[in-house]
């Protein structure tokens, strides 16, 4: 079972909007609403973004949203600021043989 | 406030043997699946393995299965994993998770694993 597929990298101004996809499978992502996005910054221990595919958890800012189509979701962060700069996985439930649950292989958000 | 605090880390030479902790508080321990997600150094998580609310069923990442093991003690508000036949790429930091909705709602600080001769 290989990692969800996530970009290496992306950037953006502050005030601009990005977008982070994740590509599973019908077997992850497109089969379930469990999917999830953490945002890592360095040193520090992952903090959970978005969850079933689109709900933000209470604190995170409205700026966070995720959806989901097909086998890929994705997650826009509007506005940007330069906290926001670190650190990105996505996260899935997967009815794979090897694993229960497998992430993506993270995304590091740049803030120029 | 949820606390989740790991510990037992440390240098362990190849097929060695840790035994790892995680502390819970803040919340009602019993009621939660809970997950260990390791992180190499440098690289991405990692589901490692998986247990239910009274510790009946568990699941492993086949990279870890036969040699690691999950387990809680709902009595005392801890998760472990037993980690056994080590190998330099176990080398990680390891973190507990709380589970909820399908997410890991709770991190804790993780605890770092060091497989080396």
């Known amino acids: 079972q290989s990692a969800l597929t996530q970009p290496a990298s992306v950037s953006g101004s502050p005030g601009q909007s990005i977008t982070i996809s994740c590509t599973g499978t019908?077997?992850?992502?497109?089969?379930?609403?469990?999917v999830s996005w953490y945002q890592q910054h360095p040193g520090k221990a992952p903090k959970l973004m978005i969850y079933e595919v689109s709900n933000r958890p209470s604190g995170v800012s409205n700026r966070f949203s995720g959806s989901k189509s097909g086998n890929t979701a994705s997650l826009t962060i509007s506005g940007l600021q330069a906290e926001d700069e670190a650190d990105y996985y996505c996260?899935?439930?997967?009815?794979?043989?090897?694993?229960?649950?497998?992430f993506g292989g993270g995304t590091k958000l740049t803030v120029l | 406030e949820v606390q989740l605090v790991e510990s037992g880390g440390g240098l362990v030479q190849p097929g060695g043997s840790l035994r790892l902790s995680c502390a819970a508080s803040g919340f009602t321990f019993s009621s939660y699946w809970m997950h260990w997600v390791r992180q190499a150094p440098g690289k991405g998580l990692v589901w490692v393995s998986r247990i239910n609310s009274d510790g009946s069923s568990t699941s492993y990442a086949d990279s870890v299965k036969g040699r690691f093991t999950i387990s809680r003690d709902n009595a005392k508000n801890t998760l472990y994993l037993q980690m056994n036949s080590l190998r330099a790429e176990d080398t990680a930091v390891y973190y507990c998770a709380k589970t909820s909705s399908g997410s890991y709602d709770y991190w804790g600080q993780g605890t770092l694993v060091t497989v080396s001769s």
């Open positions: 996260s899935s439930y997967t009815s794979s043989s090897t694993l229960e649950w497998v």
């Open positions: 019908s077997s992850d992502v497109g089969g379930y609403n469990y």
